[in-house]
């Protein structure tokens, strides 16, 4: 069945039906929405840890320049010189 012939079914079902049936299964559709959104997020984050499962692990040694770089950062934000989230995505064009 096409989806325009399922949509017109669905449209022609829902016609038919007196007005307190139809407030139920307005009902029944947002709560399986609900669960439907819950599901696909559910999904969406198994792919994703099945994704980081297949990444090699990086196994090389930080370089003095590497470890500098990290300590440079960690004592700029102990110092509070941080930027806000907004004027870095500005700054970056994203």
């Known amino acids: 069945m096409k989806k ?3 949509r017109k079914e669905l449209i022609d079902a829902l016609e038919s039906l007196p007005e307190y ?3 139920l299964v307005l009902a029944y559709i947002k709560s399986l929405r609900a ?3 819950e599901q696909e997020k559910k999904l969406r ?6 994704y980081l499962h297949g990444v090699p692990e990086d196994d090389e040694e930080l370089t003095p320049e ?3 770089a990290i300590e440079e950062g960690e004592k700029a934000f102990r110092e509070g ?3 806000p989230w907004e004027e870095v995505r500005q700054e ?3």
């Open 45 to 50: 984050k198994e792919a994703f840890m099945a």
């Open 4 to 6: 325009r012939d399922t």
């Open 81 to 83: 010189r941080t930027q």
């Open 21 to 23: 049936q139809i407030t």
């Open 92 to 94: 970056l064009g994203i």
């Open 35 to 37: 669960i439907l959104a």
């Open 66 to 68: 590497d470890l500098a």
